[in-house]
């Protein structure tokens, strides 16, 4: 008879985790609280627009090609792809921005027009990462976390130098244009914590933004959601929506069941794909591995402040993805990380699908989805909200010179309670738990729970990390980790 394993939350990495469960022959059920699927890569839909309401770009796309290879299927069976040019444009005052294309050749020639030497320099830089970006592909990402050991190889021990210096100590040694320095440093925050505090070794980041492009899905990125539940039916997993988990069940040390809308649900096995620190909390206190103080002293990535924006005209001179820089970097990192509150003059990033997607908007019309990077934890109102709505929009138009305020005919926000709210995110984090030094790896929450037998975890809090490819990849090595212990 199939073990039966329940599955909490149906976002990246639990539906990976479900693909991968069910192909070794499990009963796989996922429930998930909300009324559809994804997790914080969801989907809304109003009045002729469509929004992505979490991740938005799409990088690394080996990783999810490798994800789809696991099942001898291929993206392309899901979903299309179109590689962006521009990649996206990084804004730093009135009409004044610099584009990254499609390839490095022309992003290095972009360099060196605004820094002499710096476009060998650039081409130097990313082999550099590339050299990184394949060992921590195929080296290091796939290990569970379980021990130190799994960082020791050949190839690490090489580059152990990289684990102790800093991602923006090793660019300013490089470059010295405080623009060009923003650009580098800007995708390490994808791994949720500042460049100051990055190790040196993650500068693979900068191969997967100039070296593989960034990359959009025909629709948006619920094509990947949906690509990835289709392959999980095609598989064999049941779905459960609006299954609100009460409790944990462990009875002897062993959880057994999970209390769904006040019906207990018997199960072999139970992974949790949502929030680690809130799962928890569904254990009696004697069955947490983590305390209180422990979470709090955790280094946790950005919440966000999201605004999903329907336009009545086109936006002009616009890239799908832009990067507001106008204003101190430094400075908003510190009021993230450092003194954590609301930035007095926030950096924002804009997305506008419908540039490159004619069914996100209605002819004639562009949908924009705009992102300011905010401090966990703290005040979130709706007085709040719309002060900082109204920083960022009288930014844009000043720095892009043109008027859209008066052309705005859908607003909805989402931001830190709402985090809290739909996906019971702690302190409603955005992005999980900072891949800083002393949070990588064997040093992150673990997959398997230290004092609950046959309960599991995967996603941002646990292995490898934050970002949407280690989602997919948390997810096959917990069903590693869970075959291994169960077909012994």
């Known amino acids: 008879m199939k073990k039966t394993i329940s599955i909490i939350g149906s976002g990246f990495s639990a539906l990976s985790a479900s693909c991968y469960l069910a192909k070794q022959g499990y009963d796989v059920t996922i429930y998930e609280k909300n009324a559809t699927i994804g997790g914080r890569a969801r989907q809304l839909k109003s009045n002729g627009f469509t929004f992505d309401m979490g991740p938005s770009w799409y990088w690394m796309p080996d990783v999810f090609e490798n994800f789809f290879n696991d099942f001898n299927k291929k993206t392309t069976d899901y979903y299309e792809l179109i590689k962006l040019n521009p990649a996206y444009r990084v804004y730093f005052g009135i009409n004044e921005f610099i584009t990254i294309t499609d390839n490095l050749e022309e992003i290095a020639t972009t360099f060196e027009s605004i820094e002499k030497g710096s476009g060998q320099k650039l081409v130097d830089h990313i082999s550099q990462a590339k050299s990184n970006y394949d060992i921590a592909i195929k080296k290091l990402v796939y290990r569970p976390g379980v021990s130190a050991l799994e960082l020791i190889t050949l190839e690490t021990t090489k580059k152990l130098n990289q684990f102790f210096g800093t991602v923006s100590k090793d660019i300013r040694k490089k470059f010295k244009n405080d623009k060009l320095i923003q650009i580098l440093e800007f995708p390490v925050l994808f791994l ?21 492009g960034t990359w959009h899905p025909k629709t948006g990125m619920y094509d990947v959601v949906r690509g990835i539940e289709n392959l999980a039916e095609e598989l064999g997993v049941t779905f459960k929506m609006n299954s609100n988990i009460d409790k944990i069940i462990v009875k002897n040390n ?235």
């Open 192 to 212: 949720g914590a500042k460049p100051s505090n990055t190790p040196s070794f993650y500068n693979f980041m900068n191969y997967a933004d100039f070296g593989l």
């Open 254 to 488: 062993i959880a057994t069941a999970l209390i769904i809308n006040d019906e207990i649900i018997a199960s072999d096995i139970i992974l949790s794909g949502a929030d680690y620190q809130h799962t928890e909390t569904l254990l009696d206190k004697e069955h947490r591995a983590y305390s209180d103080s422990y979470w709090e002293s955790r280094v946790f990535a950005p919440s966000s402040l999201l605004f999903y924006i329907g336009f009545d005209k086109k936006i002009q001179d616009i890239s799908h993805h832009a990067l507001f820089f106008d204003v101190d970097f430094n400075q908003h990192a510190i009021d993230i990380y450092d003194n954590p509150k609301w930035p007095e003059a926030p950096l924002f990033y804009a997305n506008f699908p419908s540039v490159t997607d004619k069914t996100a908007a209605p002819y004639g019309m562009e949908s924009g989805f705009f992102l300011i990077p905010l401090a966990p934890g703290i005040e979130d109102t709706e007085a709040l909200r719309e002060e900082y709505f109204d920083k960022i929009i009288t930014r844009f138009e000043t720095v892009t010179q043109q008027s859209i305020k008066n052309n705005i005919i859908f607003k909805k926000s989402f931001c830190k309670n709402d985090f809290i709210e739909d996906y019971n995110a702690y302190k409603g984090n955005a992005y999980g738990m900072a891949n800083t030094l002393l949070q990588t790896a064997f040093l992150r929450p673990k997959l398997k729970s230290k004092k609950v037998k046959n309960l599991y975890f995967t996603g941002q809090l646990t292995v490898p990390g934050p970002g949407v490819p280690p989602a997919l990849i948390s997810g096959k090595l917990v069903s590693e980790l869970i075959n291994k212990s169960f077909s012994s």
